[in-house]
Structure formats: structure tokens, C-alpha cells
């Protein structure tokens, strides 16, 4: 008999303690729970990968940045996907890995109401219809409706990790990971054709998300005076008619922008959907993924892009813009490292000063230590401050004699290889422990 939720609360169960598995192992895991369809054994532990990564996406103690780092690990720890069916072929199904999802679903998720220091910036001006209640800043009383969120494409939900269950639709074709989904509590899941939305969907949507499958299609289709010939670029159109003109999208096609001598787009199908994204849409960023390096581990190691859309312009007007022109040179910037994703990305700057004096403090306290000249920086005879690849470290020791490192600056430490590093400085933090 197959136990598909126990086999799912084991795999969720093995990812949060760091147990590493390889396709055998995992196919192994699965047998013991009555499950040995391969393509079942990979939906089910992608499903039990997208629940960790959408339980990290919700904690509310993580800082966004926290929040990546978390996901990231998981997604190094993750099994390869890479177990491919004929239908999963046919199909062309590829799931975006939890990191990329984690961005793209931040990106689009609205942020409600104004910030303390905005509702302030009202009250100075004077703002009659702003009230104050004690020494909070609150916006007047209005009916309030929820963003609602899209995803045409789901698969099993990795692309909406960060976005509230009970403001996502969902939609998928897949028999499997329909009923992935519908295990789900999403607010809606469909399975209509992706390239046909229904006509109510029309600009309904806050945020749109979607990883499409690619192919040719059979016939070119007009979307106003532009003729498309991809499926994925198709729907991608379709899912846009969806958003509302102040929403936002984020989109995952294969592949990376080229250029031609002139520094336009490469003559074809790309350039014809480029020219229609950035004729009717503020387009923020167009950012390519190495996929050796950040795709591989769900099956695949093509080359995409990542898609960011700041809402529909005002007045539909200009095409894709030369890679030649000042300040578009980060269009051909190849993203390597998932840091590097998180910077193209641009989540949470405004807590970047922060961390940049959090740093320096932190530099300052081991040069301190360095120069055995500790004061008042050292209250504790526990505490060693060490560096690694850049980061301050601090290693504490525990009551128990055991051994636990902290990240100055940015919180627990969480990246296993730089956990490697550390423990070749176990031996420098116990001889300082002995003599302090």
C-alpha cells in the first residue's frame, strides 16, 4: 500500500537534519512506504522540498536575508531531481529551485500599508486624514481587499513558497501534481489551458509567477501586431494579461539574452517577445542564471533568465533596449552564486547600512582581540572571534564543552562548507578557551 504522506513527512523530516540522499537512497526510502514509481518517488519528495522551503519562507523570526540563506541550505542538502519520465519530458518539466522561487515570489508579494517612518513623513505634512492613536502612525480606515496572487504553471507550488496559501491560484495540467496541489490549501486550484486563461482572470491579479514549459508551437499567435512562435513566451503573455497594471511579475525562461553587433537583441523569437515585454511593461531587470550552478540540482542544467515586471506602463511605447547604451551592460552580467541572485534581485536593501556597521563593528572586535587588547569589547572569557571567507565568526563555548558558532552579523551560521572551514579554527578557539 502506498503511504504517500508518511514517505513526505520522512523526506521533510531527513531534509531538516541535514540528511543527504542520492537517487538510490531516495528511491530506496521510497520503496520502504509502498511508493516505486519513479516519477511519483520525484514529485513527492519536490513536494516535500517545496513545504520545508514554504515553512522557512513564513517564519516570522527570519529576516528576509535569513530567510534565503535557510532556503539556500536546503536546496544544497536537496536530493538531484533528475529522475525523468516520458511524460515529464514530453512535458518539459522543470521545476525552479527553491531559492530562484523564494526571490521570485518575494518580488511580486505586495507590501501592504505605509512604513512607521512613512506614516510619520505624513503627520509632518500635515496629512488630515492620517490619524494618530498614542505614538502610532496608522492610515485612514478604508474597505481593504486582500492581493490576490497567479501562478498558471505551478507544478507543486515551488514558485510560490513566499506568497500567502489563501491569496494563490494555482493551475496544472499534470495529473500528479495537480493533486499535489490540491493537497494544498490553496484559495484556488484549476487546470485550464494555460495559453487561454479564463477571461475573468483578466487583470485580476496583484502578482503573477511562472516557470512555463517550453516548446514550439504548433501555429505562431498574435498577441496584438506580435507574432509568437514559443509556447513558453505565449504563456508568459497570457499569464501577464492576468495582472493588474500596478502588479508585478516574475517570470523563468530557458535560456540567455543575445545580441547582435548593433547591440540589439538577436534577430527571432526572443527578440520579438522582449520587444513586446518592454514595449508594454516596466521591465526591471532581464537576469541570466548559470545553470550549472544554480538550476542543477532539480534536474537540469539549462541556462534561464529570470523575468522581473514593475506593472504595465501608462502608455505602451519602446522595444527591448540595446545592450550597448549606458547602464544595460548588467543585461549580459551572467549571475554564478546564489549571493550574487540575491543582489541582482534586490530584496530588503533598505537593511543594508545595517549590516554594513554590524560588519565593521565586528572587524573592529577581532582587531581588538588580535592586538590582545580586548576592554570592554570582551565581556566573556567563552567568546573567540575568528574570520572566514570575510565573514566575522563568533565561536562560543557551551556550558556542555561543545562548540557553537554564530555569524556576527548576519545570525546563525548556516552554510556547510563555511561550517567545514570553521571547524579547522576548533582547535585555535579551544587552546584560547584553555588559556583565557
Same mark, same amino acid.
Not at 192 to 198: E, F, H, S, T
Not at 306 to 322: F, R, S, T, V, Y
Given at each position: 500500500?502506498?503511504?504517500?504522506?508518511?514517505?513526505?513527512?520522512?523526506?521533510?523530516?531527513?531534509?531538516?537534519?541535514?540528511? !543527504?540522499?542520492?537517487?538510490?537512497?531516495?528511491?530506496?526510502?521510497?520503496?520502504?512506504?509502498?511508493?516505486?514509481?519513479?516519477?511519483?518517488?520525484?514529485?513527492?519528495?519536490?513536494?516535500?522540498?517545496?513545504?520545508?522551503?514554504? $515553512?522557512?519562507?513564513?517564519?516570522?523570526?527570519?529576516?528576509?536575508? $535569513?530567510?534565503?540563506?535557510?532556503?539556500?541550505?536546503?536546496?544544497?542538502?536537496?536530493?538531484?531531481?533528475?529522475?525523468?519520465?516520458?511524460?515529464?519530458?514530453?512535458?518539459?518539466?522543470?521545476?525552479?529551485?527553491?531559492?530562484?522561487?523564494?526571490?521570485?515570489?518575494?518580488?511580486?508579494?505586495? #507590501?501592504?500599508?505605509?512604513?512607521?517612518?512613512?506614516?510619520?513623513?505624513?503627520?509632518?505634512?500635515?496629512?488630515?486624514?492620517?490619524?494618530?492613536?498614542?505614538?502610532? *502612525?496608522?492610515?485612514?480606515?478604508?474597505?481593504?481587499?486582500?492581493?490576490?496572487?497567479?501562478?498558471?504553471?505551478?507544478?507543486?507550488?515551488?514558485?510560490?513558497?513566499?506568497?500567502?496559501?489563501?491569496?494563490?491560484?494555482?493551475?496544472?495540467?499534470?495529473?500528479?501534481?495537480?493533486?499535489?496541489?490540491?493537497?494544498?490549501?490553496?484559495?484556488?486550484?484549476?487546470?485550464?489551458?494555460?495559453?487561454?486563461?479564463?477571461?475573468?482572470?483578466? #487583470?485580476?491579479?496583484?502578482?503573477?509567477?511562472?516557470?512555463?514549459?517550453?516548446?514550439?508551437?504548433? $501555429?505562431?499567435?498574435?498577441?496584438?501586431?506580435?507574432?509568437?512562435?514559443?509556447?513558453?513566451?505565449?504563456?508568459?503573455?497570457?499569464?501577464?494579461?492576468?495582472?493588474?497594471?500596478?502588479?508585478?511579475?516574475?517570470?523563468?525562461?530557458?535560456?540567455?539574452?543575445?545580441?547582435?553587433?548593433?547591440?540589439?537583441?538577436?534577430?527571432?523569437?526572443?527578440?520579438?517577445?522582449?520587444?513586446?515585454?518592454?514595449?508594454?511593461?516596466?521591465?526591471?531587470?532581464?537576469?541570466?542564471?548559470?545553470?550549472?550552478?544554480?538550476?542543477?540540482?532539480?534536474?537540469?542544467?539549462?541556462?534561464?533568465?529570470?523575468?522581473?515586471?514593475?506593472?504595465?506602463?501608462?502608455?505602451?511605447?519602446?522595444?527591448?533596449?540595446?545592450?550597448?547604451?549606458?547602464?544595460?551592460?548588467?543585461?549580459?552580467?551572467?549571475?554564478?552564486?546564489?549571493?550574487?541572485?540575491?543582489?541582482?534581485?534586490?530584496?530588503?536593501?533598505?537593511?543594508?547600512?545595517?549590516?554594513?556597521?554590524?560588519?565593521?563593528?565586528?572587524?573592529?572586535?577581532?582587531?581588538?582581540?588580535? #592586538?590582545?587588547?580586548?576592554?570592554?569589547? !570582551?565581556?566573556?572569557?567563552? $567568546?573567540?572571534?575568528?574570520?572566514?571567507?570575510?565573514?566575522?565568526?563568533?565561536?562560543?563555548?557551551?556550558?556542555?564543552?561543545?562548540?557553537?558558532?554564530?555569524?556576527?552579523?548576519?545570525?546563525?551560521?548556516?552554510?556547510?562548507?563555511?561550517?567545514?572551514?570553521?571547524?579547522?579554527?576548533?582547535?585555535?578557539?579551544?587552546?584560547?578557551?584553555? *588559556?583565557?
Amino acid at each position: 500500500m502506498t503511504d504517500k504522506n508518511g514517505y513526505i513527512s520522512k523526506v521533510r523530516e531527513e531534509l531538516k537534519a541535514g540528511q !543527504r540522499h542520492s537517487k538510490t537512497t531516495i528511491e530506496s526510502l521510497a520503496k520502504g512506504f509502498g511508493i516505486t514509481n519513479k516519477n511519483l518517488v520525484k514529485e513527492f519528495t519536490e513536494l516535500a522540498i517545496v513545504l520545508n522551503a514554504r $515553512e522557512i519562507a513564513h517564519d516570522s523570526s527570519l529576516t528576509t536575508y $535569513e530567510k534565503y540563506l535557510d532556503i539556500v541550505a536546503l536546496y544544497q542538502s536537496q536530493v538531484n531531481l533528475s529522475m525523468r519520465t516520458s511524460m515529464s519530458v514530453l512535458m518539459q518539466q522543470y521545476s525552479t529551485p527553491a531559492p530562484i522561487s523564494f526571490l521570485a515570489s518575494s518580488y511580486v508579494l505586495k #507590501q501592504d500599508g505605509l512604513s512607521g517612518y512613512k506614516a510619520f513623513k505624513n503627520i509632518v505634512k500635515g496629512d488630515k486624514n492620517t490619524k494618530i492613536v498614542g505614538n502610532a *502612525h496608522l492610515q485612514p480606515e478604508r474597505s481593504h481587499q486582500e492581493p490576490l496572487y497567479l501562478e498558471p504553471s505551478a507544478g507543486n507550488g515551488l514558485l510560490t513558497i513566499a506568497l500567502p496559501y489563501h491569496q494563490t491560484y494555482v493551475n496544472e495540467l499534470d495529473d500528479v501534481r495537480l493533486s499535489n496541489l490540491k493537497d494544498q490549501p490553496f484559495a484556488s486550484v484549476s487546470s485550464w489551458d494555460a495559453l487561454q486563461p479564463p477571461f475573468a482572470f483578466r #487583470q485580476k491579479f496583484d502578482g503573477v509567477v511562472t516557470n512555463p514549459p517550453f516548446g514550439a508551437l504548433a $501555429e505562431p499567435i498574435l498577441f496584438g501586431n506580435f507574432r509568437i512562435k514559443r509556447m513558453e513566451h505565449a504563456m508568459c503573455l497570457a499569464a501577464l494579461r492576468c495582472m493588474k497594471d500596478d502588479g508585478r511579475a516574475a517570470i523563468i525562461i530557458g535560456g540567455h539574452t543575445t545580441w547582435d553587433e548593433q547591440g540589439r537583441v538577436t534577430a527571432g523569437h526572443n527578440r520579438i517577445f522582449l520587444n513586446y515585454l518592454y514595449h508594454f511593461y516596466n521591465v526591471d531587470d532581464i537576469i541570466p542564471i548559470n545553470g550549472k550552478k544554480l538550476y542543477s540540482r532539480q534536474g537540469t542544467s539549462i541556462n534561464t533568465r529570470l523575468i522581473l515586471i514593475n506593472g504595465a506602463k501608462d502608455k505602451p511605447e519602446g522595444a527591448a533596449p540595446l545592450v550597448k547604451t549606458h547602464g544595460n551592460a548588467s543585461l549580459k552580467t551572467v549571475v554564478n552564486t546564489h549571493e550574487e541572485l540575491w543582489e541582482r534581485v534586490g530584496l530588503d536593501k533598505s537593511t543594508s547600512n545595517d549590516m554594513t556597521k554590524m560588519k565593521l563593528r565586528a572587524k573592529a572586535i577581532l582587531l581588538k582581540q588580535k #592586538q590582545q587588547s580586548l576592554g570592554g569589547l !570582551r565581556a566573556r572569557k567563552d $567568546e573567540f572571534w575568528t574570520e572566514v571567507k570575510g565573514d566575522i565568526i563568533l565561536v562560543k563555548k557551551l556550558p556542555n564543552g561543545m562548540i557553537e558558532y554564530d555569524d556576527f552579523y548576519k545570525g546563525k551560521v548556516r552554510d556547510i562548507r563555511m561550517k567545514s572551514e570553521l571547524f579547522k579554527r576548533k582547535a585555535d578557539a579551544t587552546k584560547y578557551f584553555k *588559556h583565557s
